[in-house]
């Protein structure tokens, strides 16, 4: 169940860097159906489904597993931890909340007082009730890296929210793809890919070893369907969203049509993504060697890069049955 692995996913620990809890809990979920796995030297999850047709292409799918925290960069003697961001974090929407380290130490990341001044990550301390450098030590290093503490929650009947979902919701897409894959003609890899969040690391030297034929990135976009908002485009609950242009790249016109006719095959509504801004590991992939044909399928999700990114299970259905037809037609 879509909903099931989504889940199991949020909850993994998963910086940009420290990605390995999360490729491990994909392996676990999709061992028995893929015919490789390999972790390479970024920490990229790459695995294989052959394809039956020795001629057939070869598909990659890239779906990031690090999100957006914070590392530590120096410890106060109070006891109070000062972080800089790891990726785009909004100091504003960083302030009061509650964060997690790996080995599980918690904290309240707040802003002292601002004299003034707009607030910036400098303000902000996290507090895991120490009471000195030394207490704090013991518990957390500097370079320690914490996220937005995991959450999970439901809104009415079909959208969740959680800190995690960019780009947790995309590796489940991905999971449940090659789950649902049966005997396919074309070769599948799927790359759980790292260090997105801090420029499209992992995509671009697994793009690099994949060497497909033609490449899909998955990712969550941004929402034009809340008070005062309308851009991009994109509403939540009408269907995963098929991207032309964001500031990273053009689709490939046959690829991006490929997706579009995939999803009218499938009964599946698209709908069109134009982003002003913003990037995925599409662009990496597209970019690589003498370029790769690539197209990018968006889920739509709002307050993207805060502790409660929501979507519509009703847009990832949909987007497991499109990239079902894609890799058929393909
Ligand atoms: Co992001
Ligand atoms: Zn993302």
């Known amino acids: 169940m879509l909903r099931d692995t989504l889940k199991t996913l949020l909850a993994a620990y998963g910086p940009s860097g420290k990605e390995n809890t999360v490729a491990e809990t994909v392996k676990n ?14 920490g990229n999850l790459i695995v294989e489904k052959l394809g039956s047709d020795e001629n057939g292409k070869r598909i990659m799918f890239s779906a990031h597993m690090d999100h957006i925290g914070f590392v530590v960069t120096h410890i106060e003697d109070n006891g109070y931890l000062r972080v800089n961001n790891v990726g785009g974090i909004n100091p504003q929407i960083s302030n009061a909340r509650h964060v997690v380290f790996e080995n599980g ?10 004299k003034g ?17 030394e207490e704090a030590e013991k518990l957390v290093q500097l370079g320690d890296m914490a996220v937005y503490a995991p959450d999970y929650f439901e809104l009415g009947e079909h959208r969740v929210a959680s800190p995690a979902m960019d780009d947790r919701c995309a590796c489940a897409l991905l999971c449940e793809l090659l789950m649902y894959l049966d005997d396919p003609r074309n070769t599948v890899v799927g790359v759980f890919s790292t260090q997105e ?22 990712d969550v976009t941004a929402w034009g369907d809340t008070p005062d908002v309308t851009l991009p485009s ?15 790249m053009v689709a490939t016109p046959a690829v991006r049509d490929a997706m579009l006719k995939a999803a009218e095959e499938a009964g599946v509504p698209a709908q069109r993504e134009v982003l002003p801004f913003g990037g995925t ?14 197209g990018t399928l968006s889920i739509p999700c709002r307050y993207v890069h805060s502790p409660a990114e929501v979507i519509d299970m ?7 049955k499109l990239l079902l037809k894609f890799v058929e037609n393909a």
């Not at 001044?117 to 450098?133: P, Q, T, Y």
């Open 281 to 294: 590991d599409g662009a990496a992939i597209q970019h690589s060697r003498a370029g790769v044909p690539t």
């Open 29 to 42: 979920l999709i061992s028995a159906h893929v015919d490789s796995m390999r972790v390479d030297a970024l």
């Open 117 to 133: 001044e707009a607030m910036m990550m400098k303000h902000l301390f996290i507090d895991i009730g120490a009471e000195s450098r």
């Open 234 to 248: 994109v509403q939540l609950g009408k269907g995963p969203a098929v991207k032309f242009m964001d500031a990273s």
């Open 314 to 320: 009703r847009d990832m259905e949909g987007g497991l």
């Open 197 to 218: 969040e801090v420029g499209i690391r992992g995509a671009k030297v697994a793009a690099y070893s994949v060497q497909p034929d033609i490449g899909i990135a998955i």
């Open 105 to 114: 130490t918690e904290g309240v990341l707040y802003c002292q007082p601002l």
